[in-house]
């Protein structure tokens, strides 16, 4: 059986950061000495954590030695994720023996997690005072050596005679970071680098060893600063983490620094932001934000440095998010500088700087926007949407206009109507997602009535999602078009077009994957007689529900296959799902009865994959595209860096000669770039106008 859900239910999110976005707004209530927990405390807020998972999350795990062993080994990954600090020798010394562990986690028994962090801290201290000695000492770069950076698949060091010839490789490749740097800075032709210079010189920013100990003076004070608090929530977010990638523990200090994030995406410079071995990389752009607007910085590229107006710069290698976000927002109108290792240009490319204007992002940046284009004497109708936006509040207090992305949508469907529009394009390849019954509500503008989505709860009860709404905006060819970054609801409705055969999906050859529900349980200590409230001890978010397309198929790991690949950057990148640690599989339920709107829809999808294949060989933006990719692919397989200067240097030269020239051709320095569709979005335009000739029978 069936529960039926309407498109008017309100308020399920699904996509991660909004979730977060909903908690942080309603977590306000800790009480002014929320970072001072007693032992009793710690332990009580170790149980209640393990109580909500083992009691609601989707994937029902067992309460058994095999969940402790998971777990310590995510917390390791948490502390030393790069294999940087811990022993072969460490690590059995934890692990041993696994039955205490998981006798100590069943009584909120946190021991083991201070004991380890003792080590962790001890590590830390020992790797300052080597690298304090070593820097002492004349490096020589002319040595041919090779250091592998990203350590996280390789097997931990043996020994302290390991580690240490490890650490060696580590701070001679950090001291070789910042003379090619500077040697980048001093033989550019680019004014912004030419103001660097004399801002470094100004500010004494001193040489590349003095840089290198100044980070680990401040990595070193933050590591030593975390309370028991900041520690146990390491813990138990690698608690979570075991039950699935969305699911964490957040200590209330933690919580107010998401708000921080979110801060960022309305007060800065419009990006998200996690770390990255290290490095602070870029993991979206806000539309409409200072970032998204200047066209610059890519998702993918790490900060490494952050330079004020005034000219004061901070090394934020090595920083955790919420410190670094600190200094990259700022007020309106101010400017920040970000020195940026660019990700298409590989582990041995030198750091480009990017000059932004913090702005107040206004909503109306991230709302649907429509545009008509002639293509082939076809009138093509696109439009970008950046998320299934929603305003609650509204929508609870019953104003019949509260804000929603459906009639924002709605609105441009009925312009392209009275303009004659032939086909329309849907964009989300930058769509994260966002309210479900936005999702629904969007996929009834182009369907008369029908199931949207399946919903499978942690009890394994089926609900159908469903769109009632008999009205339809438009009955026209509807192209869908994905890429890797597309998920959550943005799954739901590409599926649900696609699977009553309603439109033809393009783009990358699948979305991000994301096929769960969230869910946040903030978590109370009881309540004080005197203060008249209870204690705010954190929050759980977990993974709670799987929806799935009418097909039966879920959405989760491999999510939304395309009909037409059109090539693109973001195809090449290892994002999505399937590359998060203990990502829940993917599986199916039955299918539902659906309609088929378009006939012989697959033997139409062959002859538009045909002339698209043609156009794109045929055209001078993909063959530089093409080559963008090769050069990616390139990249991507070098593993290790040279340390030997004068290797590096030229690799550095080759790699930046053949961006310079890729990013002509491409224009991607062109003044009038945000006037411009990009190419993917061309060929999405001309695979529209095709489709709407195939089914006027030409």
């Given at each position: 059986?069936?529960?039926?859900?309407?498109?008017?239910?309100?308020?399920s999110?699904?996509?991660?950061?909004?979730?977060?976005l909903?908690?942080?707004?309603?977590?306000?209530?800790?009480?002014?000495?929320?970072?001072?927990?007693?032992?009793?405390?710690?332990?009580?807020?170790t149980?209640?954590?393990l109580?909500?998972?083992?009691?609601?999350?989707?994937?029902?795990?067992?309460?058994?030695?095999?969940?402790a062993?998971a777990?310590?080994?995510?917390?390791?990954?948490?502390?030393?994720g790069?294999?940087?600090?811990?022993?072969?020798?460490?690590?059995?010394?934890?692990?041993?023996?696994?039955e205490?562990?998981?006798?100590?986690?069943l009584?909120?028994?946190n021991?083991?997690?201070?004991?380890?962090?003792?080590?962790?801290?001890?590590?830390?201290?020992?790797?300052?005072?080597?690298?304090?000695?070593?820097?002492?000492?004349?490096?020589?770069?002319?040595?041919?050596?090779?250091f592998?950076?990203?350590?996280?698949?390789?097997?931990?060091c043996?020994?302290?005679?390991?580690?240490?010839?490890?650490?060696?490789?580590?701070?001679?490749?950090?001291?070789?970071?910042?003379?090619l740097?500077?040697?980048?800075?001093?033989?550019?032709?680019?004014?912004?680098?030419?103001?660097?210079?004399?801002?470094?010189?100004?500010w004494?920013?001193?040489t590349?060893?003095?840089?290198?100990?100044?980070?680990?003076?401040?990595?070193?004070?933050?590591?030593?600063?975390?309370?028991?608090?900041?520690i146990l929530?390491?813990?138990?977010?690698?608690?979570?983490?075991?039950?699935?990638?969305?699911?964490?523990?957040?200590?209330?200090?933690?919580?107010?620094?998401?708000?921080?994030?979110?801060?960022?995406?309305?007060?800065?410079?419009?990006?998200?932001?996690?770390?990255?071995?290290?490095?602070?990389?870029?993991?979206?752009?806000?539309?409409?934000?200072?970032?998204?607007r200047?066209?610059?910085?890519?998702?993918?590229?790490?900060?490494?440095?952050?330079?004020?107006?005034?000219?004061?710069?901070?090394d934020?290698?090595?920083?955790?998010?919420?410190e670094?976000?600190?200094?990259?927002?700022?007020?309106?109108?101010?400017?920040?500088?970000?020195?940026?290792?660019?990700?298409?240009?590989?582990?041995?490319?030198?750091?480009?700087?990017?000059?932004?204007?913090?702005?107040?992002?206004?909503?109306?940046?991230?709302?649907?926007?429509?545009?008509i284009?002639?293509?082939?004497?076809?009138?093509?109708?696109?439009?970008?949407?950046p998320?299934?936006?929603?305003?609650?509040?509204?929508?609870?207090?019953?104003?019949?206009?509260?804000?929603?992305?459906?009639?924002?949508?709605?609105?441009?469907?009925?312009?392209?109507?009275?303009?004659?529009?032939?086909?329309?394009?849907?964009?989300?390849?930058?769509n994260?997602?966002?309210?479900?019954?936005?999702?629904?509500?969007?996929t009834?503008?182009?369907?008369?009535?029908?199931?949207?989505?399946?919903?499978?709860?942690?009890?394994?009860?089926?609900?159908?999602?469903?769109?009632?709404?008999?009205?339809?905006?438009?009955?026209?060819?509807?192209?869908?078009?994905?890429s890797?970054?597309?998920a959550?609801?943005?799954?739901?409705?590409?599926?649900?077009?696609?699977?009553?055969d309603?439109?033809?999906?393009?783009?990358?050859?699948?979305?991000?994957?994301?096929?769960?529900?969230l869910?946040?349980?903030?978590?109370?200590?009881?309540?004080?007689?005197?203060?008249?409230?209870?204690?705010?001890?954190?929050?759980?978010?977990?993974?709670?529900?799987?929806?799935?397309?009418?097909?039966?198929?879920?959405?989760?790991?491999?999510?939304?296959?395309?009909?037409?690949r059109?090539?693109s950057?973001?195809?090449?990148?290892?994002?999505?799902e399937?590359?998060?640690?203990?990502?829940?599989?993917?599986?199916?339920?039955?299918?539902?009865?659906?309609?088929?709107?378009?006939?012989?829809?697959?033997?139409?999808?062959?002859?538009?994959?045909?002339?698209?294949?043609?156009?794109?060989?045929?055209?001078?933006e993909?063959?530089?595209?093409?080559?963008r990719?090769?050069?990616?692919?390139?990249?991507?397989?070098?593993?290790?860096?040279?340390?030997?200067?004068?290797?590096?240097?030229?690799?550095?030269?080759q790699?930046?000669?053949i961006?310079?020239?890729?990013?002509k051709?491409?224009?991607?320095?062109?003044?009038?770039?945000k006037?411009?569709?990009?190419?993917?979005?061309?060929?999405?335009?001309a695979?529209?106008?095709?489709?709407?000739?195939?089914?006027?029978?030409k």
């Amino acid at each position: 059986m069936y529960r039926r859900i309407r498109a008017s239910f309100p308020v399920s999110l699904l996509l991660t950061g909004l979730t977060v976005l909903f908690f942080t707004f309603n977590c306000c209530g800790a009480a002014p000495d929320e970072n001072a927990f007693s032992d009793e405390q710690l332990s009580a807020i170790t149980l209640k954590t393990l109580q909500t998972l083992h009691k609601n999350h989707y994937r029902q795990i067992e309460l058994t030695s095999k969940l402790a062993v998971a777990h310590l080994e995510a917390y390791i990954k948490a502390l030393d994720g790069n294999n940087d600090f811990f022993t072969e020798k460490d690590i059995k010394l934890f692990k041993r023996p696994p039955e205490e562990h998981f006798s100590a986690l069943l009584k909120g028994d946190n021991t083991k997690a201070f004991q380890i962090y003792g080590r962790f801290l001890a590590r830390h201290a020992e790797y300052r005072a080597f690298a304090e000695k070593l820097l002492k000492t004349k490096i020589d770069f002319t040595v041919d050596e090779e250091f592998t950076p990203d350590r996280s698949k390789l097997p931990r060091c043996k020994d302290d005679a390991e580690l240490h010839a490890l650490w060696h490789k580590r701070i001679k490749n950090e001291v070789l970071f910042y003379r090619l740097f500077d040697r980048a800075m001093a033989e550019s032709k680019d004014p912004e680098d030419r103001k660097a210079l004399e801002d470094a010189k100004r500010w004494n920013a001193g040489t590349p060893e003095s840089k290198v100990l100044k980070r680990l003076r401040d990595v070193s004070n933050a590591v030593q600063k975390r309370s028991k608090i900041d520690i146990l929530g390491i813990y138990l977010n690698a608690l979570a983490h075991v039950y699935g990638p969305h699911s964490n523990y957040m200590a209330p200090r933690t919580a107010k620094n998401f708000d921080i994030d979110m801060s960022l995406s309305l007060t800065g410079i419009g990006a998200t932001l996690t770390t990255d071995n290290g490095f602070i990389k870029i993991v979206a752009l806000v539309p409409g934000g200072p970032a998204a607007r200047d066209g610059r910085l890519k998702i993918n590229d790490r900060i490494v440095a952050v330079t004020q107006e005034n000219g004061a710069t901070v090394d934020v290698i090595d920083m955790p998010v919420d410190e670094a976000v600190q200094y990259i927002r700022g007020k309106e109108n101010t400017k920040v500088t970000l020195t940026v290792l660019p990700g298409a240009k590989g582990r041995s490319g030198v750091p480009v700087r990017i000059t932004l204007t913090r702005a107040k992002i206004q909503l109306v940046d991230s709302e649907a926007s429509g545009r008509i284009i002639n293509c082939n004497g076809k009138k093509v109708g696109v439009i970008n949407l950046p998320g299934f936006y929603m305003d609650f509040e509204g929508a609870m207090r019953g104003d019949p206009n509260f804000k929603r992305c459906s009639e924002d949508v709605r609105k441009l469907l009925v312009k392209f109507r009275k303009e004659g529009v032939h086909s329309v394009v849907m964009d989300l390849r930058r769509n994260g997602g966002g309210s479900l019954a936005e999702a629904i509500n969007l996929t009834g503008l182009f369907i008369p009535t029908g199931p949207v989505v399946q919903r499978r709860d942690f009890r394994r009860r089926i609900a159908l999602a469903v769109d009632d709404d008999p009205a339809v905006e438009w009955k026209g060819p509807v192209i869908v078009m994905i890429s890797k970054f597309s998920a959550s609801a943005a799954e739901i409705f590409s599926a649900a077009l696609r699977d009553c055969d309603r439109a033809v999906v393009v783009g990358d050859s699948r979305s991000f994957g994301k096929g769960t529900v969230l869910q946040v349980e903030k978590l109370k200590e009881g309540y004080n007689f005197f203060t008249s409230r209870s204690r705010n001890i954190g929050s759980v978010t977990f993974e709670i529900e799987m929806f799935y397309r009418i097909t039966g198929s879920s959405v989760q790991q491999l999510g939304i296959r395309s009909d037409i690949r059109i090539p693109s950057l973001t195809e090449e990148m290892k994002a999505g799902e399937m590359f998060l640690d203990n990502h829940l599989p993917w599986d199916s339920i039955d299918p539902v009865s659906r309609s088929s709107y378009i006939s012989d829809i697959d033997d139409k999808i062959a002859v538009l994959k045909k002339r698209s294949a043609a156009r794109i060989a045929a055209s001078p933006e993909f063959k530089a595209i093409n080559r963008r990719l090769l050069m990616f692919r390139e990249h991507r397989k070098k593993k290790s860096v040279s340390l030997n200067e004068a290797r590096r240097w030229k690799d550095y030269q080759q790699e930046k000669t053949i961006a310079d020239a890729e990013e002509k051709e491409l224009g991607l320095k062109d003044e009038n770039k945000k006037e411009k569709l990009d190419a993917a979005a061309k060929e999405a335009a001309a695979i529209a106008a095709d489709l709407y000739d195939l089914l006027q029978g030409k």
